[in-house]
């Protein structure tokens, strides 16, 4: 058994330390007025850090050079993912050199955790995390993101385009 | 020196016709086998130790008595589907002499107690089938062919069969899958043909020169047939001599004769200011023999397995130092793919392998590594398929990367044939 | 029998016993693709691979017989390397789709390259392309990449359906399975080559992209689609039931089961079924459960004298339920119980393989449990009895696979002459609409039991996942309107 010592009478008037610590933050506060550059948060939401392109935050699935989704509906994510929060449809496509494609891809960001599991389960490039990360929502079905957000989303500009391209694919005969 | 035995009045064109044949002694051993027991015909065939001069050179009489007694009906079958490469024996017998393997098969059919014969001409030998044709009629009008001939009791029924031409119908099985009118593909042994083969039936296949054969070991009588060859290869052998000699084309010799005496006397050597580099003894999937090896060798079956080669069909394919090794490997191996059945697996994805590392190589996009996957893959279809036709082709893969592994290198570094200092390119345009 | 040495372990098997299956029997694992035990041999995928003692060159053990005191082997290095490189064969032209094809999980490449393979590729060069996506009917779709040309398919029409539409066209690798100018594969038992086949060359209209397979468990049971008693199995998960595959048997399906087998699951899911029960009201239809309603049916019971009551079965349900259910019959009093017959023209009727006129699981089972109870009571008696308006209230065990009864619409007409219909069903139906009772019944995967099929073999089902929990199973709706209550547990 430990023993607490109580601290006698005086010292829980705090009133030294609060002088200490108000002293600190005047300090810091009239520094930072005249040393604005310095400052090592930001003013969110007026100011937003960017982060570094690798950072692992809001999935993006890619596209082809067409435009079209890059997703062949393997179901390797949804299968590697921790905590179950993907669920594709797949469907058959027209082309048979696509032959099979999502109709329907749902990541449910509220489940989601982020482990980027899904990333490296994918053998096609489609699924990716991008550098997003701020995503608010009113209520709970605005955080199950479907596949137009997923591919679409003003954000992407146009969408990203997967590094495998089908026609290469298809040329050197793999 | 030739030896003309089954050549003898090749020249003669009334030989082609019934009655020349007659004139030259033909027919004549038909009586003389009815006069035997069928029995005593086999015993003849293996004590003269006639071997298959289709390719693997199996002992003749041995395969006739591997036939089940079980009165079951049997068919003989002769090969005549000449696809090796570089052989054309047959085709010169069928040609110049029909009758001739008409009255093999007669007393072998007798021999081997069959009393339906087919010959299975291949496809591109259209001109054969009307010839062979019209031999039948003539043997069945003189009554050597059909119900009772010669008053012997003896029936003996014969056709001309012909595929699409396929290579792979050169095989036993696949010939007989063919005859029966099914896709030409080689068929799992056991059960061998002669068990089991067409139509379920004892079977029994043989060469064209094989079946011929039967008929001058009979006139001539053991003694006088081993007389020619060695101790183990006896006889004499049609050779199709192909490539860069001054005189190509088939030639009658006794087994044994050395290879260099072939070329340099009987095909009057080669082509003035050439030297020699390599010789295929076989037909093309017969591994190939570099110079210094084809000038010591003999043509029979024991000398040529000890060079690591075979007798084959007897193709003998003459190659000068004007010759690509790179270039010859990638035609070789070019048919070998487009001939493969498709059936078993190394050889189908094996034989594209090999043929696809040997165009990139030639095309001048080979790289350092490939000569000795060539070789790797090669090796690692020897001997795994229901059939020969993986191993013919990956035996001369093997033995072209072994003995001229230089100029393989050659080409991977350069880009370029070493022999003719070309690009691919500039070869063929 | 004769002795053998598999891998070093001693076994006796049968004379005539090939190799390959010394080796199943020995529990050693053997690498094959051609090989099927219900088909002929026919030895071309060369990866059965095999070192006979005394024999130079390795053997493929599919087309070797065992012969007394032989020693075989296929863990040396040499069959190992010949394994390997087998395997590599077949995957130099394969495209390698794997994610795409609906095979992939139970694919006999992933499996064999785990097991025996695990290099480094060295083909550099391009693949072969063939042909994708060729459609073969209705059922069928076939991708001639994927394809290794085991040839199981061509065998499986050559031999057991013997209709003889697929085959192995062209030559080398650039051979090709298919029918002659793209004809539909559309026989019986089509479906069955998709099994068979080691890749995911031939994959299934029905199942594709549905499910991915490690998404589904399965269990074995019998197929309820007629009277031969199939052996399958059913795969399924939490979104529903999805596929089913025969399951070996020697004596009843071999390896095989016809395709119209294949759609028995397709009821059981949950939009296709009852959920609620339906009384007819005046004030319209009442949605009840399906327990209540029973109950209500034991009182309208009650109402009736017994000679009033009858009941109609079906032979789609399980002799244990059949057992109970006349219990309860005995129970309540009247010998008015008939046997609804579908189709009896066709019932005798057998395609020579597997497929039976009599489309229902366990004919058998309820004319033994009506026969034990001597119930003997005619068709014909039935109809009349209902036309004199003797018959107040009917109850009938309908069917589970409606398909089969086309006659449904003018049997619950004529039942309709009794003054109250209760209708059991495991789904609806338009002819149910205007009956007075409709309760939601089990399907054949909710519940354990047996069927007797046409030859007096008696077959176990087995309880799966439960699609609709409330529903009943016959003998528990018997037992309600017997007026009987439910014991807690007593589930079957």
Redesign the interface.
């Known amino acids: 058994m430990s023993i607490v010592k109580r601290p006698d009478i005086k010292s829980s008037w705090y009133v030294t330390s609060i002088v200490k610590g108000m002293a600190l933050t005047f300090r810091n506060m009239i520094y930072n007025l005249f040393h604005k550059d310095e400052m090592p948060t930001v003013n969110y939401p007026e100011e937003k850090y960017e982060y570094g392109p690798r950072f692992k935050g809001s999935h993006i699935l890619t596209v082809k050079k067409d435009g079209s989704i890059r997703c062949?509906?393997?179901?390797?994510c949804a299968?590697n993912c921790p905590a179950d929060c993907i669920s594709i449809t797949?469907?058959?496509h027209d082309n048979?050199?696509v032959?099979?494609f999502p109709i329907s891809y749902e990541i449910d960001t509220l489940r989601c955790v982020y482990c980027g599991f899904c990333e490296e389960a994918c053998?096609?490039d489609a699924v990716r995390m991008g550098p997003e990360w701020q995503q608010p929502g009113l209520n709970g079905s605005s955080f199950v993101h479907d596949i137009q957000h997923l591919t679409r989303r003003p954000n992407l500009k146009g969408g990203y385009t997967s590094i495998l391209d089908e026609e290469e694919r298809h040329n050197?005969?793999? | 020196m030739e030896a003309k035995i089954i050549s003898e009045h090749y020249t003669k064109d009334e030989f082609i016709g019934i009655d020349g044949y007659k004139k030259h002694g033909g027919y004549e051993q038909i009586a003389n086998a009815f006069k035997m027991q069928p029995k005593e015909i086999i015993e003849m065939v293996k004590a003269a130790g006639l071997r298959g001069r289709g390719g693997a050179g199996f002992p003749t009489g041995m395969k006739w008595s591997f036939l089940p007694d079980n009165g079951e009906e049997r068919y003989l079958l002769c090969n005549a589907d000449e696809g090796e490469p570089g052989t054309f024996k047959d085709r010169k017998m069928m040609e110049r002499a029909p009758h001739q393997l008409i009255e093999g098969m007669i007393i072998s059919g007798y021999a081997v107690n069959s009393h339906k014969g087919y010959i299975y001409v291949r496809g591109e030998y259209r001109h054969i089938i009307e010839l062979l044709e019209k031999a039948i009629k003539e043997a069945y009008d003189a009554g050597y062919l059909g119900k009772n001939i010669q008053g012997s009791g003896f029936d003996f029924d014969l056709d001309v069969y012909s595929g699409a031409g396929a290579y792979i119908c050169g095989e036993e099985t696949g010939m007989i899958s063919s005859l029966e009118g099914y896709k030409g593909q080689p068929k799992l042994k056991p059960p061998f043909p002669a068990v089991q083969g067409y139509l379920k039936k004892p079977t029994i296949v043989n060469n064209v020169e094989t079946l011929a054969s039967v008929k001058y070991i009979l006139r001539d009588g053991v003694e006088a047939y081993r007389k020619y060859g060695t101790e183990k290869s006896t006889g004499t052998k049609l050779f199709s001599v192909s490539g860069d000699v001054q005189r190509p084309g088939t030639y009658e010799v006794p087994l044994g004769y050395p290879l260099k005496q072939l070329i340099e006397e009987e095909c009057g050597g080669l082509k003035p200011g050439r030297k020699l580099k390599a010789v295929i003894p076989g037909g093309s999937s017969a591994p190939i023999l570099n110079a210094e090896e084809a000038y010591k060798v003999n043509m029979d079956y024991e000398s040529l397995q000890s060079v690591g080669s075979m007798l084959g069909s007897g193709a003998v394919i003459v190659i000068d130092d004007t010759r690509c090794m790179v270039d010859l490997l990638d035609v070789t191996l070019h048919f070998y793919h487009h001939e493969s059945c498709g059936q078993c697996t190394p050889c189908r994805e094996g034989t594209g392998w090999i043929n696809k590392i040997a165009n990139k190589i030639v095309k001048g996009e080979g790289r350092v590594q490939d000569i000795d996957l060539l070789e790797t893959v090669a090796k690692n279809m020897m001997g795994k398929t229901i059939c020969a036709l993986s191993d013919a082709a990956a035996m001369p893969t093997i033995s072209f990367v072994q003995k001229f592994r230089d100029e393989f290198e050659f080409y991977v570094r350069e880009g370029r044939s070493k022999v003719k200092g070309q690009t691919y390119a500039q070869v063929h345009g | 029998m004769l002795k053998c040495t598999v891998n070093g372990k001693e076994i006796e098997v049968a004379e005539g016993t090939m190799v390959i299956e010394a080796f199943k029997q020995a529990g050693e694992d053997i690498a094959h693709y051609c090989w099927h035990p219900g088909l002929s041999v026919a030895g071309v995928c060369r990866l059965c691979m095999i070192e006979v003692e005394g024999a130079p060159r390795l053997m493929i053990a599919c087309n070797t017989q065992v012969t007394e005191g032989m020693v075989v082997s296929n863990n040396s290095a040499k069959v190992q390397e010949a394994v390997k490189w087998g395997l590599d064969f077949h995957l130099i032209n394969h495209p390698l789709d794997c994610p795409i094809c609906d095979q992939a999980g139970e694919c006999g490449l992933q499996d064999q390259y785990m097991k025996f393979g695990q290099y480094d590729p060295e083909m550099a060069e391009r693949k072969v392309k063939k042909r994708k996506v060729v459609d073969l009917g209705r059922k069928i779709v076939l991708d001639t990449e994927r394809c290794i040309l085991c040839s199981r398919c061509v065998r499986f029409t050559d031999e057991v359906t013997k209709t003889s539409e697929l085959g192995i066209f062209n030559r080398g690798d650039r051979s090709e399975i298919g029918t002659h100018e793209d004809k539909p594969l559309d026989n019986d038992y089509a479906v069955n080559v998709v099994d068979i086949c080691p890749v995911g060359a031939l994959t299934s209209k029905d199942f594709r992209f549905k499910q991915r397979v490690w998404y589904l468990d399965n269990d074995s049971t019998v197929c309820n689609g007629c009277s031969t008693g199939c052996n399958v199995n059913v795969y399924y998960n939490e979104k529903g039931y999805f596929r089913v595959k025969p399951e070996h048997n020697k004596d009843i399906n071999d390896y095989w089961m016809c395709d119209k087998g294949r759609n028995i699951f397709k009821h059981v899911n949950k939009e296709s079924r009852l959920l609620k029960a339906m009384k007819k009201t005046e004030a319209g239809t009442q949605m009840m459960a399906p327990g209540a309603a029973a109950k209500d049916v034991a009182s309208l019971v009650k109402n009736y004298s017994s000679e009033q009551v009858a009941f109609v079965f079906t032979g789609q349900y399980t002799n244990e339920e059949y057992d109970d259910a006349m219990m309860y019959v005995d129970k309540i009093g009247t010998k008015n119980v008939f046997h609804w017959v579908n189709n009896p023209e066709s019932f005798d009727d057998f395609d020579g393989i597997l497929l039976r006129g009599d489309k229902n699981p366990n004919t058998a089972g309820l004319i033994k449990a009506l026969e034990a109870k001597s119930f003997n009571a005619t068709w014909e008696q039935l109809e009349a009895d209902l036309n004199s308006g003797k018959i107040k209230l009917l109850v009938l065990a309908g069917p589970e696979l409606q398909e089969y009864f086309p006659d449904i619409q003018e049997k619950i007409q004529l039942f309709s002459k009794a003054e109250k219909l209760v209708v059991l069903s495991s789904n609806p139906n338009p002819a149910y609409r205007d009956v007075d009772y409709l309760i939601p019944m089990k399907t054949f995967v909710e519940k354990k039991g047996s069927f007797t099929n046409f030859a007096g073999t008696v077959q176990k089902i087995q309880k799966m996942r439960l699609v609709v929990s409330q529903a009943l199973s016959l003998n528990e709706a018997m037992q309600l309107m017997a007026g009987d209550e439910l014991q807690v547990g007593a589930n079957l």
Not at chain 1, 72 to 76: D, R
């Open positions: 062949t509906a393997c179901m390797l299968t797949a469907a058959e048979p050199e032959e099979k053998p096609v050197s005969g793999i």
